[in-house]
């Protein structure tokens, strides 16, 4: 029969295996290779330094239940997206259309970004803009979950992306301009090789750069961890994010600036919301139940928490 020891030991390797197989599910959704791998591992170094006192026991059950959500949102979002984006084709009408007036404004365009264009660092572009989307977020989520702070793991949530679909969609859904190559009719420098009703439904939604405030949103958040590594990371990949949006022509300077600014505010927002005593409450009913099931997972009475409470550290 195992010890108790034996079998916690057992329990959290299970758990531990569900984390792994869950990363690696999430980085399926869209392919991320060796070098998106290689980013999102070198975040994770220096986590401890930014951890809750907490134990895995303790937050791993609950916290698991809630990553596995957060994947199913990803992995069915993009469809979901590319729906509401046909419905705009389809029955929005946009009641401003900027494509004319953002063309006139000098510079607007970021040419000056595009004065020196080797190979090597439009393929590094193109590598930052077609994964940056998806893997600043779950960078950020994925290492908030490494803390064990339900706190932490909510705003990033908030700010990073939870937040910021359904607010940014009435920008979406009133203002028409499309991408800075689109509308002056040059190549598309990310080569996507588009067919032409793809291209209309994907060169759509510039204003504000959704890219550009997920980007500046985790840039925000990472400047109050304590690890300088990870706030160097997200510094240096967010930025190139930022960058990328106008050196391979997607954005306009100013849908850059507008996104920070949208990005400030769904910090701001998200702030207020894990701020608040509700989710306080939320926080602390979030840890109790991550204990209790895991007491249930080991065979023993939930109350055995509040008198054996220093089993459950690893």
């Known amino acids: 029969m195992l010890t108790r020891l034996t079998k916690k030991q057992l329990i959290m390797g299970i758990l531990f295996a569900v984390l792994s197989i869950l ?3 999430i980085s399926r959704v869209e392919n991320w290779g060796f070098l998106c791998l290689l980013v999102l591992g070198a975040s994770l170094d220096g986590t401890n330094k930014d951890s809750k006192d907490l134990s895995w026991g303790q937050f791993m059950p609950i916290g698991l239940v809630v990553l596995f959500a957060f994947f199913l949102i990803y992995q069915y979002a993009n469809p979901l997206w590319f729906k509401i984006v046909g419905y705009q084709t389809e029955n929005v009408r946009h009641i401003f259309k900027w494509n004319d007036w ?3 404004i000098p510079f607007n365009d970021a040419a ?3 004065i020196w264009q080797p190979e090597w660092l439009t393929k590094y572009f193109q590598w930052v803009y077609g994964f940056g989307f998806a893997l600043t977020y779950w960078i950020c989520v994925i290492r908030a979950f490494c803390t064990k702070d339900a706190k932490k793991f909510g705003r990033y949530s908030l700010a990073g992306y939870l937040l910021q679909v359904p607010l940014i969609l009435p920008f979406y859904n009133t203002i028409f301009l499309q991408e800075v190559w689109y509308v002056q009719g040059t190549p598309d420098l990310l080569e996507r090789g588009m067919s032409e009703e793809k291209t209309l439904a994907t060169v759509l939604n510039c204003f504000p750069s959704m890219h550009t405030s997920i980007a500046f949103a985790a840039i925000l ?3 109050r961890e304590k690890s300088r590594w ?3 990371i997200i510094g240096i ?3 190139s994010i930022m960058i990328s949006t106008l050196y391979l022509k997607i954005h306009w300077i100013i849908d850059m600036f507008a996104g920070m600014l949208f990005a400030y505010g769904c910090v701001k927002l998200a702030d207020l919301i894990v701020g ?6 939320f926080a602390a009913r979030f840890e109790r139940l991550g204990g209790k099931l895991y007491a249930r997972l080991q065979g023993r009475p939930s109350a055995a928490l509040q008198t054996d409470r220093h089993t459950l550290s690893e």
Do not use: E, H
């Not at 608040?276 to 409450?281: Q, T």
């Open 221 to 223: 958040l990472a400047m």
């Open 276 to 281: 608040s005593k509700a989710y306080d409450r």
């Open 112 to 114: 000056f970004m595009r």
């Open 102 to 104: 953002f063309n006139s």
């Open 237 to 239: 990949y967010g930025v």
């Open 23 to 25: 990363i690696i599910a």
């Open 230 to 232: 990870y706030r160097w």
